[in-house]
């Protein structure tokens, strides 16, 4: 793990984040304590988009039927933030 104080981070940072983009995981420190850990994001699926759908609350069979009645709303009064 690379370690930086915090000047050397905000000094470095475009460098810094090239070293977590490649995997590096960097401690910054501060006064001889480590205040903080960055570390790579993890990379994101399609298997993680399926499981968060999964455990979405399903919508009701009525809510295409209210989008319908308010988008109705919105082009029929014409536009309601015009004049604002």
Known sequence: MRILTATEASRG???????VERGETVAITRGNRTIAQILPAPARTGRDLRAAL???????????????????LLTEAGDPWAGV
């Open 13 to 19: 940072f475009s460098d810094l984040l090239d070293a």
């Open 54 to 72: 999964a455990e979405a609350p399903r919508l009701d069979d009525a809510f295409e039927d209210d989008i319908d009645a308010a988008t109705a």
